[in-house]
Nanobody, 115 residues
Framework: QVQLVESGGGLVQAGGSLRLSCVAS????????MGWYRQRPGEQRELVAGIRAGGFTNYGDSVKGRFTASRDHDKNTVYLELNSLKSDDTAVYYCYARRGADSFWGQGTQVTVSS
């Protein structure tokens, strides 16, 4: 079973930055895509950023220009750099990985932005 372990969440003031990490138990090259979703209380999970196997990266409209996703194959890790944080970015951030029809999720890491 694939395991994804996130870290890096926390409390930050508006305008600040954080970097989230997601370490996979298998080579990230084996996945069709990896990335990040987030879920605010009472809302559905929404895409934040996704990286396809070829390197193409797409972002949710609300984070474009502020968040950057990247990956390190040697460390089996994907990252999410969060800049210019707003109170609306407060959510639980989940790492995901997809391989064929299978999807795998991390346990989530809380990001709280104080105004």
């Amino acid at each position: 079973q694939v395991q994804l372990v996130e870290s890096g969440g926390g409390l930050v003031q508006a305008g600040g930055s954080l970097r989230l990490s997601c370490v996979a138990s298998e080579s990230i090259g084996s996945f069709n895509s990896m990335g990040w979703y987030r879920q605010r209380p009472g809302e559905q999970r929404e895409l934040v950023a996704g990286i396809r196997a070829g390197g193409f990266t797409n972002y949710g409209d609300s984070v474009k220009g502020r968040f950057t996703a990247s990956r390190d194959h040697d460390k089996n890790t994907v990252y999410l750099e969060l800049n210019s944080l707003k109170s609306d970015d407060t959510a639980v951030y989940y790492c995901y990985a997809r391989r064929g029809a299978d999807s795998f999720w991390g346990q989530g890491t809380q990001v709280t932005v104080s105004s």
